[in-house]
């Protein structure tokens, strides 16, 4: 199995700022996510994140906003910019790994003052 | 458009109890996930389904491909099974690991 870490684990921001949320796995996977549960609202694909190039985006989400990197089959990074409430969130980072097993992180709650 | 939908929104149980959770999806879809989200946010998979029954432990997820239902039951509920449940599907011919996800049911046991 999969074991995803994600830091911070929370944080108040405020807004017009921006915060780079991290997902680490303890193993090799083959695919990695980013998803957005808004209060109250269904959990949100944001993009796939692609090793060694540009995420692939839902619509609705775009770079400029929602920065992606992965340099490895182990680590990705999610940024949020320019934030404003609406951001409040939790982000979500699910893999899956070689025995096509999804796997989700232990999320990190973001709340924009 | 996939919608799914779950019912009850919220369901209040005491210890004990047998408890049903119900979703229903619109399109046709390849599998169905149940999952568990405790307050702090994190969710853990508790079920992939593409037909039939599992079962895991005291937990039961049922699916009914012709309906477009799914149900999750747990059995002798305690205190430790609350937290939210949600449904989740990937359309079928789509990718297998784009969700589509229910609003979920948040189960409060009582002791």
């Known amino acids: 199995s999969a074991v995803i870490s994600q830091k911070p684990s929370r944080d108040i921001c405020q807004r017009g700022t921006s915060l780079t949320i991290q997902c680490q796995v303890d193993?090799?996977?083959?695919?990695m996510f980013w998803y957005r549960q808004q209060p109250g609202q269904s959990l949100t694909l944001i993009a796939t994140?692609?090793?060694?190039?540009?995420?692939?985006?839902e619509s609705g989400f775009v770079i400029d906003k929602f920065p992606i990197s992965r340099p490895n089959l182990t680590f990705s990074t999610l940024t949020v910019s320019n934030m404003s409430p609406e951001d409040s969130s939790i982000y979500l980072c699910?893999?899956?790994?070689?025995?096509?097993?999804?796997?989700f992180g232990p999320g990190t709650r973001l709340l924009v003052l | 458009k996939n919608e799914v939908e779950q019912s009850p929104q919220n369901l209040t149980a005491q210890e004990g109890e047998f408890i049903t959770i119900n979703c229903s999806y619109s399109?046709?879809?390849?599998?169905l996930h149940w999952l568990q989200q405790h307050p702090g946010g994190g969710i853990v998979s508790l079920f992939m389904?593409?037909?039939g029954k599992k079962k895991h432990g005291r937990l039961i997820a049922t699916i009914n491909i012709q309906e477009k239902h799914s149900s999750l039951h747990i059995t002798a509920s305690h205190p430790r099974d609350s937290a939210v449940y949600i449904c989740a599907v990937t359309a079928s011919g789509g990718s297998n690991y784009k969700l589509t996800f229910g609003k979920g049911t948040l189960l409060t046991v009582n002791p």
């Open positions: 389904l593409s037909s």
């Open positions: 193993s090799q996977v083959t695919m």
């Open positions: 399109v046709g879809i390849s599998a």
């Open positions: 699910s893999v899956v790994d070689r025995a096509e097993t999804q796997y």
């Open positions: 994140a692609n090793q060694g190039s540009e995420a692939t985006y």
